[in-house]
């Protein structure tokens, strides 16, 4: 898998593994229900401690982007493949940039309903 983490960004390894992995199944890099490598497995591949990666996929299963089966692994979601996941990034790009302008979390979802109701 095609992930690398850049030790100088702001963005937590985590959140950078999380990102990734959504790009990759939204881009149709990974296709609904390709199976993720074990935590452990992609900890020690990436350098990160289990715990980071173990994060990035517990998040990504909260979106419903992953679905963890036990011992039979974790496995890309049909919904990570959909239009659900470019807006989720985009929605995280918008979040960035407003929090790097200094724009306060009201005023940037204020400003996000004006645009939707334009």
Known sequence: MDI???PYSPT???DQVRR???TLAA???LAAGTK????RILAADLGLAANTVARAYRELEAAGLVETRGRAGTVITARATGTSVQAQA???AYAERTRALGI???TAL???KAALAG
Request: hydrophobic share 50%.
């Open 90 to 92: 985009a929605a995280v």
């Open 20 to 22: 990734r992995i959504a």
């Open 4 to 6: 690398t983490i850049d």
């Open 36 to 39: 993720l490598p074990p935590v």
């Open 27 to 29: 881009d149709g890099v």
């Open 110 to 112: 204020a400003l996000v």
């Open 12 to 14: 937590p390894p985590y």
């Open 104 to 106: 306060p979390p009201e």
